[in-house]
Every structure is written in structure tokens, then in C-alpha cells.
């Protein structure tokens, strides 16, 4: 993907022998614009950065660009009603939608910050809502332009993600994750993951200002929410969040046996503070291949 000067040096990858200096933007764009060795493998168009002998990409990139906004239009129709849902404390872009550079197939890729104790509950309820809004990813989808794909939970107990994938490839993805819904969640979230994440990337602070693609919920809206909640953490709420935990459990394995077993390269993580679904993940391969390249 080509990127701007800012961008590079927004999410710029540590390198282990130098990693107490972070270069300052104006270092970077002086290396762009003097060194003879970037020179003879980059080269730029339109203030965007790209290999050598790959100029096309820049125009691909200024079309992705423009579908992407088309894409942030849904996902605010949509996040109203997100939001809503009780014990949902957070939502963020990621993926290509974080950094508006979708093709027409992309679906839209959404973490999901829940309140601790209630992560099965509020899954449950988020599947239910996206399919009645006709934007619901089905599991077995191999394309699903435009779909809903709420395909990472966390609780706010616990934001911290998982060991297996503490890699440079997941921590340029969440240190582009776009707030949605409620940007302090957001932040918390970067915070704590932060120590991790900046070994492999440069985690640029977020300012405490709210995000131009960040909804806010009406007031009625939040006080309806609020008393649901205190409804669901009765008693009945404990015997609702484990009847949800089972039914969801019975269906994910459903699927699994249909699909001959877990993913060879998949990761699917099934716990009471992190949910994650991601059948055919690209990542492993990713790392693989920038840890041989030279």
C-alpha cells in the first residue's frame, strides 16, 4: 500500500539495534528525499511513497481510498445501533477499513470492547442486531462485501490480547484502529497493549479528542441501555450469559465439523474475557515472510 511521509513515520517498524531512538518526521523525510539506497528501491508520486516500479499502485490507492468512505458511511448507520447494545463498552475500525484502503469485497472489521462478566451475552445480542440489519457475516462467507465482521471480543477486565499474537503484523493493525464508539475504550485498549506493540512498531499517542468517525449515543438512548444492563446483572443475567456461552459454543463446533476440524491456519479463541474468529487468518504468513526478508 503506498504511504505518505507521516504515515511512515507515524507507524514506523523498531528496529532492535536502535530501538531507544525514535526519528523525528522531519529524519524521515529527509531520508526519503537524500538517501541514495531508499532512492534505488522507492520511489514517489502524489506525496505517496511506493517500491520501485510499482507507480500503479498509487491510483489503485486514491480509488481504495474513495470506497472506503463510501464503507465508513455504513459502518455509522450502523454503529448507532451497535452502541446500543447493552454491556458494549467500545468499538474500532481495523483492518483495511482503519486505513481507508478497501476494495469493493471488503467486509468491515470491527473489535469489540464488552463488559466484563457478559462477553457470550453481548456477542449474542450484536449477531442478532447486525443480522437484522441485513449486515451480519455469516461464518462460512468467502466474500462478504459490506458485511459486518465483529470478528474480535475483549472484555474491559482484560484488554490485554493474546501472547499468540503479540507480533508486527497485529501491532500495526491495532496501532491503526479507528475509535467508534467511545474513544477513551479505544485509548485504554492501545494503553494496555502498548508495552507489547512497541517493540515492533512506533504506537503514536491518541490525542483525547473525539474521532471524526466516532457516534455518540442520544441520552435517552444511553439511560435505556444503562437500565437493561442493571437488569441483565441480576441473577438471571449469570443463567442468560451461560445459556448464550453454550449455544454459541454448540454452533461454532457445528461448524468446525463441518469444515473437517479446526483451520490449519486458523485461530479461534473461545475464553471468558476474549472471543476471536478468525478461520483463515493471513497473519502467520505475513510474519513469516518479513522475518526472511533481508
Not at 482503519?98 to 468491515?108: Q, R
Not at 464508539?181 to 483525547?208: H, I
Not at 471524526?212 to 435517552?220: A, G, H, M, R, S
Request: with cysteine; proline share 5%.
Amino acid at each position: 500500500m503506498p504511504v505518505t511521509a507521516t504515515q511512515i513515520w507515524l507507524y514506523l517498524i523498531r528496529a532492535k539495534s536502535n530501538y531507544q531512538h525514535t526519528p523525528s518526521l522531519h529524519e524521515v523525510q529527509d531520508a526519503l528525499r537524500e538517501s541514495l539506497y531508499l532512492a534505488e528501491k522507492l520511489e514517489q508520486q502524489f506525496g505517496y511513497v511506493v517500491k520501485r516500479g510499482r507507480l500503479l499502485l498509487v491510483r489503485q490507492r486514491l480509488r481504495r481510498h474513495a470506497i472506503a468512505q463510501d464503507k465508513w458511511k455504513i459502518v455509522k448507520k450502523c454503529a448507532p445501533f451497535l452502541a446500543m447494545i447493552p454491556f458494549v463498552r467500545g468499538l474500532g475500525g481495523s483492518g483495511s477499513l482503519a486505513i481507508d484502503n478497501t476494495k469493493f469485497s471488503s467486509d468491515l472489521d470491527i473489535l469489540v470492547i464488552v463488559d466484563a462478566g457478559r462477553i457470550w451475552t453481548t456477542r449474542l445480542l450484536l449477531l442478532v442486531v447486525s443480522q437484522l440489519l441485513g449486515r451480519r457475516r455469516k461464518y462460512d462467507s468467502q466474500s462478504a462485501p459490506d458485511m459486518l465482521c465483529l470478528n474480535h471480543y475483549l472484555s474491559a477486565a482484560r484488554l490485554t490480547v493474546s501472547k499468540d499474537i503479540q507480533n508486527i503484523c497485529m501491532a500495526m493493525q491495532y496501532a491503526m484502529l479507528v475509535p467508534i464508539y467511545r474513544d477513551e475504550e479505544v485509548r485504554t485498549f492501545l494503553q494496555r497493549n502498548s508495552g507489547w506493540m512497541d517493540e515492533y512498531v512506533r504506537v503514536p499517542a491518541v490525542p483525547p479528542l473525539r474521532h471524526q468517525y466516532t457516534i455518540l449515543l442520544p441520552e435517552f438512548l444511553q439511560f435505556l441501555k444503562k437500565q437493561t444492563e442493571l437488569l441483565l446483572l441480576e441473577p438471571v443475567g449469570d443463567y442468560i450469559e451461560h445459556m448464550a456461552e453454550r449455544l454459541q459454543q454448540w454452533v461454532i463446533f457445528r461448524h468446525w465439523q463441518k469444515m473437517g476440524g479446526a483451520p490449519e491456519h486458523g485461530r479461534i479463541v473461545l475464553t471468558d474475557t476474549e472471543l476471536a474468529f478468525h478461520p483463515d487468518t493471513k497473519v502467520p504468513a505475513i510474519v513469516d515472510a518479513f522475518a526472511a526478508t533481508p
